[in-house]
């Protein structure tokens, strides 16, 4: 073949690959909104933009059970989206063959402003964090290669792969993505504390909120910091020792003793929907969990300094920061038909 047909015959692939591309379909762009008052997500969305077809595959992903080894757990068993994409009838996460997990499932709002997950920090990505429960033999005891397999036989994972990432071949990058898709989109800032912030027209605090408002400014927002409700920090707030768990918190990751008994701080967005509380689900009722911080704080080396004196509150106080904690609820987000299980 002569130089001529090489070159033409080259021009001709690289034509095709062009046409190609041009083929592949980009997906609908969409961008997450949020208060004007919030700091910006430290996700980085170019590096996985967000598309209507991504979501909704990571959608469908997420409330499927295929992602289990026994296909009986999906995401959305641990993580309700009605109950502050939690779950609320047990103190533990449950998994394949009735198994029991070790902690308490973490609610799930507002992912995009997290820099670490996991109550103990050992995954510092959204976009590798369904990894964890996917391997957890006592979650939903998988490998992601087992996943990929069952999605690529799949009649319908490889159409949505393609409609979402231009390519029918199901990755595991692609999976993880998408599964991070729709999580993002899962943000909770239309409460009764939001509408107030924005001073909407016929929208404030209570006397009784006004005054919890005061209490908890004084006492929480250090560690659950407005408006996300959280610091993002890992924090020992005096709870003793579960003697049959024996949950060292943070410390099994870092391996410093410094970290031991340090748990993430949690968001206390919707926190009248997310019961139990804890890392480990000990209270029932958040009146429990108040309850704790004034005539419950166990001493250990790691615990917060602010909390050494403990914070004494009179029951009335207690009574007035429990009405501001539930104008944390945004039930807009709670049962939006967005989030919850797709019916197509």
């Known amino acids: 073949m002569n130089r001529t047909a090489i070159g033409f015959l080259g021009g001709t692939i690289i034509l095709f690959i062009l046409l190609g591309m041009s083929l592949i379909p980009k997906g609908i762009p969409i961008k997450i909104s949020y208060p004007a008052y919030w700091p910006k997500p430290v996700y980085d969305f170019d590096k996985n933009p967000l598309t209507e077809e991504g979501v909704a595959l990571g959608r469908k992903l997420f409330y499927d059970p295929i992602l289990s080894k026994d296909n009986t757990i999906s995401c959305s068993s641990c993580h309700l989206s009605y109950t502050a994409f939690t779950h609320v009838d047990h103190a533990l996460s449950h998994g394949i063959g009735d198994s029991i997990g070790k902690r308490n499932s973490a609610a799930l709002m507002n992912l995009a402003w997290n820099r670490s997950f996991m109550w103990d920090g050992a995954v ?12 957890d033999p006592r979650e939903m005891g998988n ?42 989109t899962l943000i909770s800032a239309n409460s009764k ?4 912030m924005r001073k909407e027209e016929g929208v404030g ?66 926190i009248e929907y997310s019961h139990p509380y804890m890392h480990d689900g000990r209270f029932k009722k958040l009146s429990h969990a108040i309850r704790h911080y004034t005539n419950g704080i166990h001493d250990s080396p790691t615990l917060d300094p602010m909390l050494r004196e403990g914070i004494v509150l009179t029951s009335e106080q207690r009574i007035d920061l429990l009405a501001f904690l539930l104008t944390l609820s945004d039930r807009s987000f709670l049962f939006n038909p967005e989030h919850a299980f797709p019916r197509k």
Not at 163 to 180: I, N, P, R, W, Y
């Open 124 to 135: 510092h990505h959204l976009d590798v964090q369904a990894l964890a429960p996917i391997s």
């Open 193 to 196: 504390y939001d509408k107030v």
């Open 205 to 270: 605090f209570t006397d009784q909120e006004k005054a919890g408002y005061q209490i908890f400014k004084q006492h929480c927002n250090r560690c659950h910091t407005e408006p996300l409700f959280t610091n993002g920090e890992f924090m020992n707030n005096g709870l003793p020792v579960d003697s049959l768990l024996l949950d060292k918190g943070r410390m099994a990751i870092s391996l410093t003793r410094e970290d031991s008994l340090k748990f993430k701080v949690p968001s206390l967005r919707n």
């Open 143 to 184: 490998s992601l290669k087992n996943v990929i397999d069952s999605l690529r036989v799949s009649s319908i994972y490889p159409v949505l792969f393609y409609q979402a990432f231009g390519d029918s071949l199901v990755t595991g990058e692609h999976l993880l993505k998408a599964l991070a898709q729709f999580q993002l």
